[in-house]
């Protein structure tokens, strides 16, 4: 089913990209090929294969794992999400130890164990790459209040 | 002759400058340990560090050097797991556990441990040796090509990796699609127009290589650790005598000489890789053995097999990558993506153009498998140690420097987001079996296939019979059919044949 799923988004995909593709049209040009002919081809592959794929045997079939590791997986996806976003607005510090906190727990860490990882790493890694390695990383507004 | 010799002492006089030979011994441990962590192999480890190198502004003979050494540490570090854990530390030390957790219960840990050490180096070695002989043949020869039998060449090597890799042939083709359409995003340089970048001012310049590696290779793969939590089995201790003695690498030698030659061959050809090559390597030294042997319940030869070929196939691998600018295997694709960021573009004039980087890369590949076999052998101990991080550490430690590779390179939220939402989408692929080195090398390759297309059609004028029109053309175009339909075929003849004989 989920191949199915995933062969009708591509061949969706392959459809509308070839119809943006129609608009990619050069001012003037020298070439005989333009910058329309290479993503259609590719597209077009794309369309027959994703056919392909829905209509090929079962024996593929994707075994996802139970619902209750998904569940976790997809918070994890969640959390990492939110330290992309907070990264920068936070400082590295203060969004690592906010990420690495739930993620120990999901890995089986004690609530002990897992703020004392998330200050150390987000601590250590800070030193190792910001002042050592020479690899900037932001330090959040509430730090650079408190450096002054 | 002479004048390779001469370009690989300049390679060494690179190499061996001090702060190139710290970095290549900081590499081999770090490979080492990366190697040896079951969920992470050489893909993950290039992949994490290849950012922080651009970003700590190593010249690009150190970034280079830091990252082969990584790369020849993790095929050493694999091995490590296999053998005291039961778990493969990457792909390539699969047929490792046959025979290495055997040796290790038997209370052999430390002479299967050496003895691989030795058969990774032997392989190692020869694979170099080869790549001195042989690449710079192959660039000569390649430097003939037109655009025509370029994007031909591309085509083949998609067409290698898509079919050995992965059980189901549409996806094997999408996965190099969508890695293709992907590469296409940003202006298009020869017209100006503006391809799939809605309106967004950060894909201007297309999605930026690192954000594609880390987000399929960082962040989807701690996603893929919480869905294969290993029930905490505790390595084997390593009791008794480390090294192995004389009769052990008298009934090795051999097999570790032959299977070193056969990885070899194997690399080079794209497509094949590691995995491949110590899976034909093992099974043929069995057959080869004849009655007496104890392959697969602790015999020397079945942990000399598989590591020599498969250090000297990732060894091979880099051959088609530095002769013709087309990789072979997921990692060289991301180390050719490690290439170009440096704006050095990897093809046949790359041995003329820059014969600093070259040469300088081959020497320190060298000098990593001495210090890998210095390293692997008497500090083992301490590499054991490392098996035993806890997830709780590793998964997070992971996820944080990986964001610090992203955010080094353009320092904005938009990369770190948008890989994120690739890792997501790669953890969904992943887990469909989706095959994952084709994407990435579709997209490595994407845009020289295109600049390729368009050279040799505006060349001919638009007339499409230039692909077919010279005999290596044509001889690629049917290597390609071959090679997409061949290993198929085989394996349905394989399973035709084997039905009657189940009945």
Same mark, same amino acid.
């Given at each position: 089913?989920?191949?199915?799923?995933?062969?009708?988004?591509?061949?969706?995909?392959?459809?509308?990209?070839?119809?943006?593709?129609?608009?990619?049209?050069?001012?003037?040009?020298?070439?005989?090929?333009?910058?329309?002919?290479?993503?259609?081809?590719?597209?077009?592959?794309?369309?027959?294969?994703?056919?392909?794929?829905?209509?090929?045997?079962?024996?593929?079939?994707?075994?996802?794992?139970?619902?209750?590791?998904?569940?976790?997986?997809?918070?994890?996806?969640?959390?990492?999400?939110?330290?992309?976003?907070?990264?920068?607005?936070?400082?590295?510090?203060?969004?690592?130890?906010?990420?690495?906190?739930?993620?120990?727990?999901?890995?089986?860490?004690?609530?002990?164990?897992?703020?004392?990882?998330?200050?150390?790493?987000?601590?250590?890694?800070?030193?190792?790459?910001?002042?050592?390695?020479?690899?900037?990383?932001?330090?959040?507004?509430?730090?650079?209040?408190?450096?002054? | 002759?002479?004048?390779?010799?001469?370009?690989?002492?300049?390679?060494?006089?690179?190499?061996?400058?001090?702060?190139?030979?710290?970095?290549?011994?900081?590499?081999?441990?770090?490979?080492?340990?990366?190697?040896?962590?079951?969920?992470?192999?050489?893909?993950?480890?290039?992949?994490?560090?290849?950012?922080?190198?651009?970003?700590?502004?190593?010249?690009?003979?150190?970034?280079?050097?830091?990252?082969?050494?990584?790369?020849?540490?993790?095929?050493?570090?694999?091995?490590?797991?296999?053998?005291?854990?039961?778990?493969?530390?990457?792909?390539?030390?699969?047929?490792?556990?046959?025979?290495?957790?055997?040796?290790?219960?038997? =209370? %052999?840990? &430390?002479?299967? @441990?050496?003895?691989? /050490?030795? *058969?990774?180096?032997? +392989?190692? #070695?020869?694979?170099? !040796? $080869?790549?001195?002989?042989?690449?710079?043949?192959?660039?000569?020869?390649?430097?003939?090509?037109?655009?025509?039998?370029?994007?031909?060449?591309?085509?083949?090597?998609?067409?290698?990796?898509? =079919? %050995?890799? &992965?059980?189901? @042939?549409?996806?094997? /083709?999408? *996965?190099?699609?969508? +890695?293709? #359409?992907?590469?296409? !995003? $940003?202006?298009?340089?020869?017209?100006?127009?503006?391809?799939?970048?809605?309106?967004?001012?950060?894909?201007?310049?297309?999605?930026?290589?690192?954000?594609?590696?880390?987000?399929?290779?960082?962040?989807?793969?701690?996603?893929?650790?919480?869905?294969?939590?290993?029930?905490?089995?505790?390595?084997?201790?390593?009791?008794?005598?480390?090294?192995?003695?004389?009769?052990?690498?008298?009934?090795?030698?051999?097999?570790?000489?032959?299977?070193?030659?056969?990885?070899?061959?194997?690399?080079?050809?794209?497509?094949?890789?590691?995995?491949?090559?110590?899976?034909?390597?093992?099974?043929?030294?069995?057959?080869?053995?004849?009655?007496?042997?104890?392959?697969?319940?602790?015999?020397?030869?079945?942990?000399?097999?598989?590591?020599?070929?498969?250090?000297?196939?990732?060894?091979?691998?880099?051959?088609?990558?530095?002769?013709?600018?087309?990789?072979?295997?997921?990692?060289?694709?991301?180390?050719?993506?490690?290439?170009?960021?440096?704006?050095?573009?990897?093809?046949?004039?790359?041995?003329?153009?820059?014969?600093?980087?070259?040469?300088?890369?081959?020497?320190?590949?060298?000098?990593?498998?001495?210090?890998?076999?210095?390293?692997?052998?008497?500090?083992?101990?301490?590499?054991?140690?490392?098996?035993?991080?806890?997830?709780?550490?590793?998964?997070?430690?992971?996820?944080?420097?990986?964001?610090?590779?992203?955010?080094?390179?353009?320092?904005?939220?938009?990369?770190?987001?948008?890989?994120?939402?690739?890792?997501?989408?790669?953890?969904?692929?992943?887990?469909?079996?989706?095959?994952?080195?084709?994407?990435?090398?579709?997209?490595?390759?994407?845009?020289?296939?295109?600049?390729?297309?368009?050279?040799?059609?505006?060349?001919?004028?638009?007339?499409?019979?230039?692909?077919?029109?010279?005999?290596?053309?044509?001889?690629?175009?049917?290597?390609?059919?071959?090679?997409?339909?061949?290993?198929?075929?085989?394996?349905?003849?394989?399973?035709?044949?084997?039905?009657?004989?189940?009945?």
């Amino acid at each position: 089913m989920s191949e199915r799923i995933l062969g009708g988004l591509l061949l969706f995909v392959s459809i509308a990209g070839i119809w943006i593709a129609r608009s990619f049209e050069a001012p003037f040009s020298y070439e005989p090929v333009g910058p329309r002919a290479f993503p259609i081809l590719i597209l077009a592959l794309l369309g027959i294969s994703a056919i392909a794929l829905m209509l090929g045997s079962k024996s593929h079939n994707t075994v996802w794992a139970p619902p209750a590791v998904l569940k976790r997986i997809g918070a994890l996806f969640l959390i990492v999400l939110i330290y992309a976003f907070l990264f920068d607005k936070l400082g590295f510090i203060l969004a690592t130890a906010l990420m690495v906190i739930p993620v120990a727990r999901f890995f089986s860490g004690s609530w002990k164990q897992a703020v004392a990882g998330g200050v150390g790493l987000g601590v250590g890694l800070f030193i190792l790459f910001d002042r050592l390695l020479d690899v900037a990383l932001p330090t959040g507004l509430w730090l650079n209040k408190l450096l002054g | 002759m002479e004048s390779t010799f001469a370009l690989l002492m300049q390679g060494f006089a690179v190499a061996g400058a001090p702060e190139n030979l710290m970095i290549a011994l900081i590499g081999c441990f770090l490979g080492t340990i990366v190697g040896l962590l079951p969920g992470l192999g050489p893909i993950n480890g290039v992949a994490i560090l290849l950012p922080i190198a651009f970003a700590m502004k190593l010249p690009p003979e150190s970034a280079l050097i830091l990252l082969c050494s990584v790369y020849a540490g993790c095929e050493y570090g694999g091995r490590i797991s296999a053998i005291l854990l039961n778990v493969p530390g990457d792909a390539g030390a699969v047929m490792t556990t046959l025979d290495g957790y055997p040796m290790a219960k038997k =209370g %052999l840990a &430390g002479p299967a @441990l050496s003895m691989s /050490a030795m *058969a990774s180096f032997c +392989g190692a #070695l020869v694979a170099t !040796v $080869g790549i001195v002989l042989f690449a710079p043949l192959l660039a000569e020869w390649a430097i003939a090509f037109g655009p025509a039998e370029y994007f031909v060449l591309m085509v083949l090597a998609l067409c290698c990796l898509g =079919g %050995l890799v &992965g059980d189901s @042939l549409p996806k094997a /083709a999408i *996965a190099c699609l969508v +890695g293709l #359409l992907l590469s296409t !995003v $940003g202006i298009d340089s020869n017209s100006g127009v503006y391809r799939y970048t809605f309106d967004m001012l950060h894909l201007q310049d297309g999605i930026p290589f690192i954000v594609i590696v880390i987000g399929l290779f960082a962040v989807s793969e701690v996603m893929l650790m919480l869905q294969q939590v290993h029930s905490g089995t505790e390595p084997m201790a390593i009791t008794g005598r480390l090294m192995f003695n004389m009769k052990e690498f008298m009934l090795a030698k051999w097999t570790m000489v032959r299977c070193s030659l056969a990885g070899f061959f194997i690399g080079v050809l794209p497509g094949a890789g590691a995995t491949i090559a110590s899976a034909m390597c093992y099974a043929s030294e069995r057959r080869m053995a004849g009655k007496d042997h104890q392959f697969g319940e602790g015999d020397v030869r079945g942990v000399a097999a598989p590591e020599a070929a498969n250090n000297a196939s990732a060894n091979g691998s880099l051959v088609p990558m530095l002769t013709l600018g087309v990789p072979g295997s997921g990692t060289t694709a991301v180390m050719m993506g490690a290439l170009t960021l440096y704006n050095i573009t990897p093809g046949p004039t790359l041995f003329q153009d820059q014969p600093v980087i070259v040469w300088g890369l081959i020497a320190s590949l060298f000098i990593a498998n001495v210090m890998l076999l210095a390293l692997n052998i008497p500090l083992i101990r301490v590499f054991v140690k490392f098996l035993s991080i806890p997830n709780w550490l590793l998964v997070p430690g992971v996820a944080a420097i990986s964001m610090v590779g992203v955010y080094a390179v353009h320092g904005n939220t938009f990369d770190l987001v948008l890989g994120t939402l690739i890792g997501g989408a790669g953890y969904l692929l992943r887990v469909m079996n989706f095959p994952i080195a084709p994407f990435i090398l579709g997209f490595v390759l994407g845009d020289m296939m295109e600049q390729n297309l368009r050279r040799a059609l505006s060349i001919s004028n638009g007339e499409i019979g230039v692909l077919f029109s010279s005999p290596i053309a044509i001889g690629l175009w049917i290597a390609a059919a071959a090679m997409l339909i061949g290993p198929r075929l085989l394996r349905f003849i394989e399973t035709r044949r084997q039905r009657p004989a189940a009945a």
